[in-house]
Structure formats: structure tokens, C-alpha cells
């Protein structure tokens, strides 16, 4: 599984766009990029997967480079609300026999 | 639809004592999945099931047994608990589709686990 990087924390104000990025050098052909957020004493939550380029839903976009080797978590006008932690995960290209890791995440918080 | 559900939602134990977590998911998934989150850290894996009858370990077995008790069901098991398995266990389930493995897992509210 390929390991990932992203910032240990980051503050915003309420009304901003916030975008997290998250390096994985080591990214395997056929490994996807998936973002969860996790609320205090909540299990994490899906937000978005993709594979390239741009993925868009109601709840965040994902901008991913042509070497994949980083993408970009963006969350539009945030609010107190999306104060939590966010992980980047890569992988699944060999689901079955491989580790699946969240590592740290960003703790993103939202100032009012 | 109740999704993912865990019990119990808190637990105290002693060290040495044993006891079972339960998970159940109603949303016929193949794959269950037990983690443990420590304070201020990710998410570690303990043990996965990618399908009825199978169990696999994770990053942190040590300590731990799983059983897929069915579909719906996988529980893991503290044999002789001690205070370094103090941490929040969380159990999530996914069903993989086919040509794209990294698929999305659902997670139940999480059981907090003391052990003194």
C-alpha cells in the first residue's frame, strides 16, 4: 500500500475554501485515492474516491495531477461543521492481502 | 436500515479478564473489518474478512481473535485483555466491486475499552 503524507493540522475561517493535499509517491497503477472524515468519537465517514483528474460531489472535489503521485482534497465554504479529521488512503489494487492504513490525518478546524 | 452496529458502546475491564466485541452489518456486504484508534492517532488494523469464512490479519493482531460468525456478523475477541488494548474499536464493512478494489467502508459508532 502506498504511503501517504498530509499535514498534521490546518486552521480556516467559516466561508472559506480549504484544500488538503496528500503526497503518495509510491502509488501503484491501479491504487485509487480515497478521502475520509471522521468527527469526534464517530467512526470516519467516506467523503470521496477517484482515480484522475476531477472528481466532484455534493460534498467535496478531488483534484488528482497526471502523475498521481498527490491529489488535493477540496472542501468549498466550509463551516464549524466540517471540523474533523480527514485521511487521505491509497490503495486496494491488491485487496485481500494488503494493510490498509489511515495514518494521522489532518485536523482541520473551522474558526468562526 | 441500521447499517453498521457495535456492542457494547463502553467497557471497563481488568487486566486478564477476556471478553467479546460484538459487529453486525445489514447491508449484505462481504467484507468486515476491526480497527483500534488510540488517542490523537489513525485508525490500525486489526483483523479483516473479506468474505464469509475468511479472516485475515491486520497491522495489530497480536492479542486478538476474530471470528465471521456469518454474513453478517464478525466479533473480536480480548482473550486476556491488558491496559495497551485501552483504545476506541471501530468495525466497518464494504463490498468491493469488481475492477475496483479500493471500495468505501462503513463504520459503526466505535466501543470504548479501558482496561485497568
Known amino acids: 500500500l502506498a504511503k501517504t503524507t498530509q499535514p498534521i493540522s490546518m486552521d480556516s475561517y467559516e466561508g472559506q475554501e480549504v484544500n488538503i493535499t496528500c503526497s503518495h509517491n509510491n502509488i501503484a497503477t491501479n491504487d485509487y485515492i480515497t478521502w475520509y472524515q471522521q468527527f469526534p468519537s464517530q467512526g470516519p465517514r467516506f467523503i470521496i474516491q477517484?482515480?484522475?483528474t476531477k472528481v466532484t460531489n455534493e460534498v467535496a472535489s478531488l483534484f488528482i495531477p497526471a502523475d498521481r503521485k498527490s491529489s488535493t482534497l477540496s472542501l468549498p465554504r466550509v463551516s464549524l461543521s466540517d471540523t474533523a479529521v480527514y485521511y487521505c488512503?491509497?490503495?486496494?489494487?491488491?485487496?485481500?492481502?494488503?494493510?490498509?492504513?489511515f495514518g494521522t490525518g489532518t485536523r482541520l478546524t473551522i474558526i468562526p | 436500515n441500521a447499517g453498521v452496529t457495535q456492542t457494547p458502546k463502553f467497557q471497563v475491564l481488568k487486566t486478564g479478564q477476556s471478553m467479546t466485541l460484538q459487529c453486525a452489518q445489514d447491508m449484505n456486504h462481504n467484507s468486515m473489518y476491526w480497527y483500534r484508534q488510540d488517542p490523537g492517532m489513525g485508525l490500525r488494523l486489526i483483523y479483516y474478512s473479506a468474505s464469509e469464512g475468511t479472516t485475515d490479519k491486520g497491522e495489530v493482531p497480536n492479542g486478538y481473535n476474530v471470528s465471521r460468525l456469518n454474513k453478517r456478523e464478525f466479533s473480536l475477541r480480548l482473550e486476556s485483555a491488558a491496559p495497551s488494548q485501552t483504545s476506541v474499536y471501530f468495525c466497518?464493512?464494504?463490498?468491493?466491486?469488481?475492477?475496483?478494489?479500493?471500495?468505501?467502508?462503513?463504520f459503526g459508532p466505535g466501543t470504548r475499552l479501558t482496561v485497568l
Open positions: 466497518a464493512s464494504s463490498d468491493p466491486l469488481s475492477g475496483r478494489p479500493t471500495d468505501t467502508q462503513y
Open positions: 488512503l491509497v490503495g486496494g489494487s491488491n485487496f485481500g492481502n494488503e494493510k490498509l492504513t
Open positions: 477517484g482515480y484522475k
